[in-house]
């Protein structure tokens, strides 16, 4: 979904590097990043970056800090989009945000956008051009900002589309999650790596974006059933060693135990 967002933008306005960010209002959360233009790798500097000046905006706030009108400079250009959420015009980029980003990439002109959904942020493009001439005049803006609207439209739905499906997945494994809020290690209960990252996915109350963290931990969960095989396979063949529940297993000093019975002994 965010890859055809930014290859809509970019094909719209010609920018040279196109960037979007999602935003979680209740959480002050940036959050699934995807550019083009730049290496995918470098948007996790970004989000750090985004977070800790938001971080700072909002300790500010709370203390009363914060000016009157907010500038680009004080807190950077996304704090200013975020809290403003108007479209930021910054044809000269290097003077009016000279940011890391903006001297990294050599950006000559910005364009952000805020993607509203109603009076709901959902997140913010960036549009950046290396050469100034490049750069859209109003007429050309008043089009980004209809795609860009457009665009917190298709965001909505797919968040909501993937709530819905999370919300789903979770109501038919009420009886997995009561298993998961027990005690680790606890006998009788079995150690799945999935339970724990569910429970942590629950306790967030985020489905939408928690759902992936399932995806992942039912993944993950496959090594641990894996393990559990190699475990019975041991036990069939007698190459296990007893002892209490919450200690280690004692060998003899001196004898060197079977490699695959050392695994199978690991609490």
């Given at each position: ?51 800790e000046q938001l971080a700072r905006y909002l300790t500010d706030a709370e203390q009363g ?203």
């Amino acid at each position: 979904m965010l890859r055809g967002v930014v290859a809509d933008m970019q094909h719209a306005s010609g920018a040279d590097i196109v960037s979007i960010f999602l935003y979680e209002e209740a959480t002050h959360t940036y959050y699934a990043p995807f550019a083009t233009g730049q290496p995918q790798e470098s948007l996790l500097d970004s989000l750090t970056d985004m977070r800790e000046q938001l971080a700072r905006y909002l300790t500010d706030a709370e203390q009363g800090k914060v000016p009157d009108e907010l500038g680009v400079h004080q807190y950077g250009s996304t704090v200013w989009l975020t809290v403003t959420r108007q479209r930021l015009i910054a044809r000269n980029a290097p003077s009016e945000i000279d940011s890391t980003f903006i001297r990294r990439y050599q950006v000559q002109s910005t364009i952000g956008l805020p993607l509203l959904a109603g009076d709901r942020l959902l997140g913010l493009v960036y549009l950046n051009y290396r050469n100034q001439e490049k750069a859209p005049d109003d007429s050309a803006l008043a089009e980004l900002e209809r795609r860009a609207t457009a665009a917190a439209m298709v965001v909505q739905a797919v968040l909501a589309g993937a709530e819905r499906t999370a919300l789903e997945g979770l109501a038919r494994l009420t009886g997995t999650v009561r298993a998961a809020v027990r005690r680790i290690r606890e006998p009788g209960v079995p150690d799945n790596a999935h339970l724990n990252m569910l429970r942590h996915v629950i306790e967030k109350r985020h489905p939408a974006v928690g759902i992936l963290s399932i995806r992942e931990a039912i993944r993950a969960n496959q090594r641990v059933r894996e393990l559990e095989a190699l475990a019975v396979d041991l036990l069939a063949r007698g190459e296990w060693t007893s002892y209490a529940v919450g200690t280690r297993p004692t060998f003899e000093a001196g004898v060197k135990q079977p490699a695959q019975q050392a695994i199978g002994t690991k609490s």
